[in-house]
């Protein structure tokens, strides 16, 4: 069975870092593209960065740059999300999705994911 298992959230102060985890079971992710997303209360879901795990080519929303880093480390069938210098916009509920099909960074549009992690919460917060 497919399952895909977020963890790494918390509480940190504005300027802090934190490394979310996605950790995959039921599939390797080779053949898949990875992207995070994330929801605030009363907002869209929308795509902050995805990672095809093939060849490693990754996008990242236009808000994120220079900021977070996407990763996988195939061996352990995870991909991380290191974010830096964050900030209370960056406060949300952080979900991974595997993607089967993608083309450019249309995996960073939350319609395109196949399979959803529940979820980790951030908060930056002082």
């Known amino acids: 069975q497919l399952q895909l298992v977020e963890s790494g959230g918390g509480l940190v102060q504005p300027g802090g870092s934190l490394r979310l985890s996605c950790a995959a079971s039921?599939?390797?992710?080779?053949?898949?593209?990875i992207g995070w997303f994330r929801q605030a209360p009363g907002k869209e879901r929308e795509g902050v960065s995805c990672?095809?795990?093939?060849?490693?080519?990754?996008y990242y929303a236009d808000s994120v740059k220079g900021r977070f880093t996407i990763s996988s480390d195939n061996a352990e069938n995870t991909v991380y999300l290191q974010m830096n210098s964050l900030q209370p916009e960056d406060t949300a509920v952080y979900f991974c999705?595997?993607?089967?099909?993608?083309?450019?960074?249309?995996?960073?549009?939350?319609?395109?994911?196949?399979?959803w992690g529940q979820g980790t919460q951030v908060t930056v917060s002082s």
């Open positions: 039921g599939f390797t992710l080779d053949y898949y593209v």
């Open positions: 999705a595997a993607i089967i099909i993608s083309y450019g960074n249309s995996c960073l549009r939350a319609g395109t994911a196949d399979h």
């Open positions: 990672i095809s795990v093939g060849d490693d080519t990754t």
